[in-house]
């Protein structure tokens, strides 16, 4: 070959990798799996990083609300209560009939000294999974703040006959309830972390 061809050719290589390229980059999860990575991350601790995959989910699908309860979940764990309650609260535009959304948000809602809205809100929850202890004990300590003691209990009762000995949620009711009963009569129970 002839080096003036071999110039051109090698020229022609090297301009050809000089060619700027435009590389679009996608994010290849969908809302599910950015969900999920959000409970990994959440799991190993790591809870800017949960935080983000679970904005990433709720973004991704507008109509799902499981991410921003987790993302509630991560706030209200961290004392953001007022995070905590947007979240929820989102989460309850998105899907109005969720009971999980409704007790969360009841609880958030207790821990800010919000008893009436707690009380509404952990109604609702109850109304819909009557038999959930979780939502049975938010509801009694929402029931406990308004000074309606003997309603709440009676619901850390019921919560209490149904859990297993050694269960976390089971030792917290007990505890709740033991601080209600030692309260004086007619007292509110403010208990808020």
Request: proline share 7%; hydrophobic share 45%.
């Amino acid at each position: 070959m002839p080096s003036a061809l071999r110039i051109i050719v090698l020229a022609l290589l090297l301009a050809g990798c000089a060619t700027p390229r435009i590389v679009v980059l996608s994010d290849p999860l969908d809302a599910r799996e950015h969900n999920d990575l959000g409970v990994s991350h959440e799991s190993a601790g790591d809870m800017d990083l949960a935080l983000q995959a679970y904005a990433e989910a709720a973004d991704e699908d507008p109509s799902w609300d499981q991410p921003l309860i987790n993302l509630g979940n991560v706030h209200a764990a961290d004392g953001r209560w007022n995070e905590a309650e947007d979240a929820y609260r989102s989460a309850l535009r998105r899907n109005p009939a969720n009971p999980e959304a409704m007790n969360n948000l009841a609880s958030v809602l207790a821990s800010q000294g919000k008893a009436s809205e707690a009380l509404e809100w952990s109604g609702r929850a109850l109304d819909l999974a009557p038999d959930e202890p979780l939502f049975m004990s938010t509801r009694a300590l929402a029931l406990l703040q308004a000074g309606r003691r003997a309603e709440g209990v009676a619901l850390l009762d019921r919560v209490l006959n149904v859990l297993p000995a050694g269960d976390p949620l089971r030792e917290a009711a007990a505890d709740l309830r033991l601080h209600a009963l030692q309260a004086a009569p007619g007292e509110n129970i403010d208990i808020r972390p």
